[in-house]
């Protein structure tokens, strides 16, 4: 069963449309996100643009910043400050758009976010949870509620204790461990209390892990890299990973008509993860916005 996460994001978006307006009715504040782009990955702008649609749909503001490819490292961190502190508009989020050209210090580039406006939850201390780990625990409670029948008032953030359970049984598998989706996933399962089994290019014997999975969440971005063959009968696969080939057409780590045939439940790619996680980054923008008018 294909799980739409188009439905699952309209849900939470319409949630936070409610509490946005009523943060512009009762405090006069609307919700300001400022990203910034470096360079010209094509797969930046086009992310880019979905958090500024998304924006949009909820009244919320969306200031896109595009620095050269050559900007130095300095330039990026005064920018940084300046947007931060020193503008008369407030501002509540702040994402840097990864990746970043080689000749800038990533790490120290997300550390110089203030944490308090870190809705991307990149930094040590922000209050914020990664918004991807949050998309992949929002698909799964939808899919606890498919299977189980179960009601739940809505299907917003999910560990109710009943989904605890019901996922505490199964074999996690993330794989890939990348910065911007593998290894927070991860992160923010065990800071649940599960415990995934992890992968990426160094691991022995990836066919007999990937077999006795129950859940797959798949973070690489190669085509076709799970097929139908590798997979448990009824297993859950949660596709994160995309990229684009020479022609510029998109893909994910598996065919969807290929999967449909092993797999129970599974997300496609584009139109899974991807507008969940731009909820819940709206989400985070919203809360950080309230917390900042009391
Ligand atoms: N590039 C790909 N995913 C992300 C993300 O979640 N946050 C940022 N800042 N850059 C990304």
């Known amino acids: 069963m294909l799980i739409s996460g188009k439905t ?28 910034i782009q470096v360079g010209t990955n094509p797969g930046s702008s086009s992310y880019i643009a979905q958090k500024r649609k998304s924006a949009e749909k909820i009244g919320a503001a969306l200031s896109h910043y595009h620095l050269p490819e050559n900007v130095t490292q300095k330039e990026l961190l005064e920018t940084m400050d300046y947007l931060q502190h020193k503008t008369e508009e407030p501002v509540h989020g702040m994402l840097v758009q990864l990746p970043l050209p080689s000749h800038i210090d990533r790490d120290a580039v997300i550390a110089a976010i203030d944490p308090e406006k870190d809705v991307d939850g990149f930094t040590a201390n922000s209050p914020y949870h990664v918004p991807v780990g949050d998309a992949v625990m929002y698909i799964l409670a939808t899919i606890w509620q498919i299977e189980t029948q179960e009601s739940r008032d809505e299907a917003l953030y999910p560990l109710d204790e009943r989904i605890s359970t019901w996922l505490t049984g199964k074999k996690i598998l993330v794989i890939g461990q990348g910065f911007t989706a593998g290894a927070p996933i991860t992160r923010t399962l065990i800071s649940l209390g599960f415990h995934p089994e992890t992968m990426d290019e ?58 449909e045939k092993v797999a129970k439940y599974f997300t496609p790619v584009p139109g899974g993860v991807g507008p969940v996680n731009i909820a819940c980054l709206m989400q985070n923008l919203v809360t950080s916005a309230e917390k900042a008018a009391k």
Do not use: W
């Not at 160094?202 to 006795?212: D, F, S, V, Y």
């Not at 085509?223 to 057409?249: F, P, Q, R, W």
């Open 8 to 35: 699952i994001a309209n849900h939470i978006i319409d949630s936070i449309t409610t509490r946005v307006h009523n943060l512009y009715t009762d405090k006069g504040v609307q919700p300001h996100l400022v990203v």
């Open 202 to 259: 160094h691991t022995m014997h990836p066919e007999e892990l990937i077999k006795n999975a129950d859940v797959i969440v798949s973070c690489v971005g190669k085509k076709k890299i799970i097929t139908s063959s590798m997979i448990k009968k009824d297993a859950i696969l949660i596709g994160v990973g995309m990229n684009k080939d020479e022609e510029g057409d998109l893909f994910a780590d598996y065919d969807v008509l290929d999967i």
